[in-house]
C-alpha cells in the first residue's frame, strides 16, 4: 500500500539504513550528549524546510535550541512547554497541537529525559511517551525524540521502545556519529547494521551492514 506521505530523515545513510522514513514514525535516538542529537533533528529540520512541510518544535528542556537558528527565526513553529505546570497540561498541549496540524506534519522534541528530572520520576515520562505516540502514529507523522543512554530505570526503556517504531543508539567516536538499530520497521529484514552517518549531507555517506 502506498504512503499518503513521504518523507526522508534529510540523511542518504539514516534513511538507507531504515530503508526509508515512513509515515507514523516514531524515532527515539539514544545519546550520550545532546549534540549528537541535534545532528539528526538539524538534517530532519533542513529537509522539511526543502520540501515546505509543517515543522514543529516542542521545546522545553533546559539545552540550547537543538535546531538551527535559520530554522528557528521563520520555518518552524516553536510550542514552549512547561513541565512545571504538570503533567495532564503538559500533555493537553501536545495532543491539542498534534490535531491542530493534522496529517502529514513533521515534530521534533527536546530531550525527553530532561523531563524525569523535572517531574522527579521515569514513570511519568515513559507514561508520557505512551499517550503521545498513538497520535502522532494516527495522524501520519515523522517525530524525533531522545533520550540519554543510562540514565534512566529499564522499565522505562522497555515501555519506550516497546511503543516506538525505532530506536537507535547513537555513538561518537573523535566527532564521527555511528548508528545502531535496536528496533527497526517491520519491514525491514531483521538484521543487526552499524552505520555511519558523518558530519555530511553526502550521498556517498559510509554505511556497513552485518548480517
Not at 522539511?48 to 533546559?62: H, S, V
Not at 513533521?106 to 521515569?122: E, H, I, K, P
Request: hydrophobic residues 40%; negative net charge.
Amino acid at each position: 500500500m502506498m504512503s499518503e506521505f513521504e518523507f526522508t530523515s534529510g540523511i542518504p545513510a539514516f534513511d538507507e539504513i531504515l530503508q526509508g522514513v515512513r509515515e507514523g514514525d516514531n524515532i527515539v535516538l539514544q545519546v550520550d550528549d545532546i549534540e549528537d542529537y541535534e545532528f539528526f533533528v538539524k538534517a530532519f529540520g533542513l529537509n522539511a524546510k526543502m520540501e515546505d512541510k509543517t515543522l514543529i518544535y516542542f521545546r522545553f528542556a533546559q539545552h540550547n535550541c537543538i535546531l538551527p537558528e535559520e530554522l528557528c527565526s521563520d520555518s518552524i513553529l516553536i510550542m514552549d512547554l512547561n513541565p512545571e505546570l504538570g503533567f495532564e497540561h503538559f500533555i493537553s498541549q501536545i495532543i491539542n497541537t498534534i490535531e491542530k496540524y493534522g496529517f502529514g506534519a513533521c515534530y521534533v522534541f527536546d530531550c525527553l529525559s530532561d523531563l524525569a528530572v523535572d517531574w522527579y520520576s521515569d514513570v511519568m515520562l515513559g507514561n508520557l511517551f505512551m499517550l503521545v505516540c498513538p497520535y502522532l502514529y494516527e495522524f501520519k507523522t515523522v517525530t524525533y525524540f531522545a533520550l540519554y543512554r543510562h540514565y534512566h530505570d529499564q522499565m522505562t526503556f522497555d515501555n519506550i521502545h516497546n511503543t516506538a517504531q525505532v530506536v537507535i543508539d547513537v555513538y561518537n567516536h573523535k566527532g564521527d556519529l555511528f548508528i545502531h538499530p535496536i528496533k527497526v520497521p517491520a519491514t525491514v529484514a531483521r538484521t543487526e547494521a552499524t552505520g555511519e552517518a558523518n558530519r555530511r549531507y553526502a550521498q556517498d555517506a559510509p554505511v556497513t551492514g552485518v548480517p
